[in-house]
């Protein structure tokens, strides 16, 4: 998919340079002062020497993505850091101990969409590691790929299971309330659950976590509900969206994204420290699993395509989702440059919060939790907070 979207940016240039030589392209208004620039660049070449000159350049990025690719398929890898222990599991959701001597459970929720241990990619890069060695007992939702019975799951359905994972959570407690840790959808999840099981949740950090879908982007946001619905009758008697599908979603965000990454990667030092990052979160990016079709048809077309959430249209249990009655202590941490979730769309959600403390570094999405640079910025304000409550 990579490569044929490169290919096509590849033509298309060629084909470009030709009306942007005769000036018959009709620039975007953002782009009427570069586009004139340009054309006054290109007013003293001909046809000829343009067209090489594009071919040149687009042969040369091709062949740096395709040497990063390959750069990246011979990588020797490290083993993955061992996987904690299970000490509950309902069909194929687990909740996996990060430090089973401790005694500050904290319930940490990933999103539906791909694994998540990306919140445990390596041993240097695990924000779950971290926060065990301030003190914390990290448990984290692992949701697997849907079996059988996953795959006829809404996201009351999924709900259902948080509860019960919250509920083995204040036991481990002694039957106190524990802080809820969740990262992008499951920042949203987390919400719900706080929504509806408010006795058991002590404090609530939400990680780029999606709200109001239509504050940045709507267009996009009604694209995905477009896709979705034009997808349903196949989703549907799959069970589950394929993992190739999704993959397709999050590319479409960034389409040139890969051949960046790629051709950047082919000059990286493969014995460097960025070098076994960027190899670690490529081999989770492409480790990707399905997602249930009724639960993903609800978030694209409900969230993404209604706004239900922002709306107050999201019920659960036939109660509304509604953060401002959420009455406990939280943070929100939003990320700058995030491109998957834009941080209009998760400010939202902090405005609606009565007791919320913001945080916005200057990171992408996936950079928050991964990232070298995050732990004075992310990391430690994060163990500060979900380790103050309840004091």
């Given at each position: 998919?990579?490569?044929?979207?490169?290919?096509?940016?590849?033509?298309s240039?060629?084909?470009?340079?030709?009306?942007?030589?005769?000036?018959?392209?009709?620039?975007?208004?953002?782009?009427?002062?570069?586009?004139?620039?340009?054309?006054?660049?290109?007013?003293?070449?001909?046809?000829?020497?343009?067209?090489?000159?594009?071919?040149?350049q687009?042969?040369?990025?091709?062949?740096?993505?395709?040497?990063?690719?390959?750069?990246?398929?011979?990588?020797?890898?490290?083993p993955?850091?061992?996987?904690?222990?299970s000490?509950?599991r309902e069909?194929?959701?687990?909740?996996?101990?990060y430090?089973?001597?401790?005694?500050?459970?904290?319930?940490?929720?990933?999103?539906?969409?791909?694994?998540?241990?990306?919140l445990?990619?390596?041993?240097?890069?695990?924000?779950?590691?971290?926060?065990?060695?301030?003190?914390?007992?990290?448990?984290?939702?692992?949701?697997?790929?849907p079996?059988?019975?996953?795959?006829?799951?809404d996201?009351?359905?999924?709900?259902?299971?948080?509860?019960?994972?919250?509920?083995r959570?204040?036991?481990?407690?002694?039957?106190?309330?524990?802080?809820?840790?969740?990262?992008?959808?499951?920042?949203?999840?987390?919400?719900?659950?706080?929504?509806?099981?408010?006795?058991g949740?002590?404090?609530?950090a939400?990680?780029?976590?999606?709200?109001?879908f239509?504050?940045?982007?709507?267009?996009?946001?009604r694209?995905?509900?477009?896709?979705?619905?034009?997808?349903?009758?196949?989703?549907?008697?799959?069970?589950?969206v394929?993992?190739?599908?999704?993959?397709?979603?999050?590319?479409?965000?960034?389409?040139?994204?890969?051949?960046?990454?790629?051709?950047?990667?082919?000059?990286?030092?493969?014995?460097?420290?960025?070098?076994?990052?960027?190899?670690?979160?490529?081999?989770?990016?492409?480790d990707?699993?399905?997602?249930?079709?009724p639960?993903?048809?609800?978030?694209?077309?409900?969230?993404?395509?209604?706004?239900?959430p922002?709306?107050?249209?999201?019920?659960?249990?036939?109660?509304v989702?509604?953060p401002?009655?959420?009455?406990?202590?939280?943070?929100?941490?939003?990320?700058?440059?995030?491109?998957?979730?834009?941080?209009?769309?998760?400010?939202?959600?902090?405005?609606?919060?009565?007791?919320?403390?913001?945080?916005?570094?200057?990171?992408?999405?996936?950079?928050?939790?991964?990232?070298?640079?995050?732990?004075?910025?992310?990391?430690?304000?994060?163990?500060?907070?979900?380790?103050?409550?309840?004091?």
């Amino acid at each position: 998919m990579h490569c044929l979207i490169a290919t096509s940016f590849y033509t298309s240039s060629i084909a470009a340079c030709v009306a942007s030589k005769n000036g018959s392209i009709s620039w975007a208004p953002a782009l009427q002062e570069r586009a004139k620039a340009l054309e006054s660049d290109l007013a003293s070449h001909s046809i000829e020497d343009i067209r090489k000159a594009v071919d040149a350049q687009g042969r040369a990025l091709l062949g740096a993505m395709l040497d990063g690719i390959q750069a990246w398929r011979g990588f020797p890898r490290q083993p993955r850091p061992a996987e904690p222990p299970s000490i509950w599991r309902e069909g194929t959701t687990r909740l996996l101990d990060y430090a089973p001597q401790g005694d500050r459970p904290v319930l940490v929720i990933p999103s539906l969409i791909n694994r998540a241990y990306i919140l445990d990619l390596t041993e240097e890069g695990s924000l779950l590691r971290f926060l065990a060695a301030q003190g914390l007992r990290p448990l984290l939702v692992d949701w697997g790929a849907p079996g059988p019975i996953e795959r006829g799951f809404d996201i009351a359905a999924y709900m259902l299971r948080l509860r019960k994972a919250l509920l083995r959570a204040n036991a481990i407690a002694e039957g106190k309330p524990v802080p809820v840790l969740g990262y992008c959808m499951g920042g949203t999840l987390a919400v719900g659950l706080a929504a509806q099981a408010g006795a058991g949740v002590a404090s609530l950090a939400l990680m780029a976590a999606p709200w109001d879908f239509h504050a940045d982007r709507p267009e996009q946001a009604r694209a995905v509900a477009a896709f979705a619905s034009l997808h349903a009758p196949l989703w549907t008697a799959l069970g589950e969206v394929p993992v190739d599908m999704l993959q397709g979603c999050f590319a479409a965000l960034d389409p040139f994204l890969a051949v960046r990454k790629f051709a950047r990667f082919a000059t990286v030092d493969p014995a460097s420290p960025s070098a076994r990052a960027f190899v670690a979160l490529e081999d989770w990016l492409n480790d990707g699993v399905p997602m249930a079709a009724p639960a993903a048809l609800e978030a694209m077309t409900g969230w993404y395509g209604a706004n239900r959430p922002a709306l107050l249209a999201w019920r659960l249990g036939g109660e509304v989702v509604d953060p401002a009655r959420i009455d406990v202590p939280a943070l929100a941490l939003i990320p700058a440059a995030d491109r998957i979730v834009p941080p209009e769309t998760a400010l939202a959600l902090a405005r609606s919060l009565p007791r919320v403390q913001v945080i916005r570094p200057g990171s992408g999405h996936i950079g928050m939790v991964v990232g070298r640079g995050m732990r004075e910025t992310v990391w430690q304000p994060l163990a500060s907070f979900l380790g103050r409550y309840p004091g």
